[in-house]
């Protein structure tokens, strides 16, 4: 019973070490799977990727975190906070809301949908 025990601050500080030189030596190398290691998800939005997600927007029929998420390499929490933002400044309509998903329209299509005047 039991289970297995939780390393110790040392064994982490070797393992994420270890994991380094992994990831430097397959830097180095040429191919797929050295780029699969250097491309690193985003966790703050950059200025220019919150002006191009601004505009790719408009044109989508909806948005979702996800969508946002894995179109522009962002975690869920970045996208989250991006849309609750743009919502905020109204260049966004939320038009359903759940427990785990919001669904969100630009201002332009909501009108034309009849959800706003």
């Known amino acids: 019973m039991g289970g297995k025990k939780k390393p110790t601050i040392s064994q982490l500080a070797k393992k994420e070490a270890k994991e380094k030189e992994q990831v430097e030596?397959?830097?180095k190398g040429k191919g797929k799977a050295a780029e699969e290691a250097?491309?690193?998800?985003?966790?703050t939005v950059p200025a220019e990727l919150?002006?191009?997600?601004t505009k790719d927007?408009?044109?989508?029929?909806?948005?979702t975190t996800y969508i946002i998420s894995s179109k522009y390499g962002l975690k869920m929490g970045a996208a989250t906070r991006v849309l609750n933002d743009l919502a905020k400044k109204?260049?966004?309509?939320l038009v359903s809301k759940g427990h785990r998903m919001s669904v969100y329209t630009s201002v332009e299509r909501a009108r034309k949908l009849g959800l706003i005047q």
Do not use: N, P, S, T
């Not at 250097?38 to 966790?43: C, D, E, L, Q, R």
């Open 25 to 27: 030596k397959k830097g």
């Open 38 to 43: 250097v491309k690193k998800v985003v966790a």
């Open 57 to 63: 927007i408009k044109d989508m029929d909806y948005v």
């Open 90 to 93: 109204g260049e966004l309509v």
């Open 50 to 53: 919150y002006d191009q997600i």
